[in-house]
């Protein structure tokens, strides 16, 4: 049963669009999931337009990708949240369905911090 960062079972993140590394709605990971896509962030336009910045387009949608607008959840790699934490562009993200191996990269505190949960 896989765990999320308060230590509790994971939840789900967004079913629609489908996200997770395994595309099970989950932020679950794997050996596979070199880009460690376990931060269920819940997006913004100032988010999103970040991520285009540094190179990483999840507005534009394809064959494979549905393209994300402000408002959807969504499984980030975690390098990239914590990136976007420490230039002050950090999108909210929902506790419950971040996997605890987020916690490898991203201190607990900082998660906190950009929690939608009133902790």
Do not use: Q
Request: charged share 20%; hydrophobic share 35%.
């Amino acid at each position: 049963m896989a765990k999320n960062v308060l230590g509790t079972e994971l939840e789900s993140c967004s079913h629609d669009p489908l996200t997770g590394w395994l595309r099970d709605g989950c932020c679950n990971t794997d050996l596979n999931d070199e880009g460690i896509h376990t931060v269920c962030g819940i997006m913004t336009d100032v988010f999103l337009d970040y991520l285009v910045s540094i190179g990483n387009d999840l507005r534009s949608s394809n064959p494979h990708f549905p393209g994300l607008k402000s408002g959807d959840s969504w499984c980030l790699c975690a390098w990239a949240w914590l990136r976007a934490y420490r230039e002050g562009m950090a999108c909210k993200i929902n506790l419950n369905a971040t996997h605890e191996e987020t916690l490898a990269m991203v201190p607990l505190s900082a998660l906190k911090e950009y929690s939608h949960l009133d902790l």
